[in-house]
């Protein structure tokens, strides 16, 4: 029996997209990383990529904290993908300059059925940063 989400099915979708417009990614996100794809972009540069899969558009995008600094600790190009009711954004995560973070009351984690709330530390970030826009 498989433990594969909807999620993550989205997530190997979005990898084949992107596979096919010339990037070389593998989808990671069933192992304990803090990232979902890794591989090269389509200029041939090593890269990671955290998916983040909205059911609900949000006009200012979320990033953890905490996600941001250990994709930061990656020696490659960081990436980091949204996709809403309205839309996928791409943001290169090497040159996005970040507001101060907030506090934002969200579930603990998604994984293993931890359904309290907590502060987390996250970065809000504008549609407009993203380096790539696909609208709907």
């Known amino acids: 029996m498989s433990n594969e989400t909807s999620h993550h099915r989205w997530e190997k979708v979005i990898i084949s997209i992107m596979n096919f417009d010339g990037w070389e990614l593998e989808w990671t996100g069933g192992a304990m990383e803090h990232y ?20 609900k558009y949000y006009p200012t995008k979320i990033l953890e904290k905490f996600k941001y600094d250990k994709l930061m600790k990656e020696n490659c190009m960081k990436f980091y993908y949204v996709f809403d009711s309205k839309g996928n954004y791409l943001y290169h995560l090497d040159t996005l300059v970040l507001p101060l973070p907030v ?8 994984k293993f059925d931890r359904e309290e709330m907590i502060d987390k530390k996250c970065y809000m970030i504008s549609e407009s940063q993203a380096s790539i826009i696909n609208k709907y």
Request: with cysteine; charged share 40%; glycine share 8%.
């Open 36 to 55: 979902d794809a890794k591989g090269k972009t389509p200029k041939g540069f090593d890269c990671v990529i955290e998916f983040k899969l909205r059911h």
């Open 103 to 110: 506090d934002v009351n969200c579930k603990a984690t998604e």
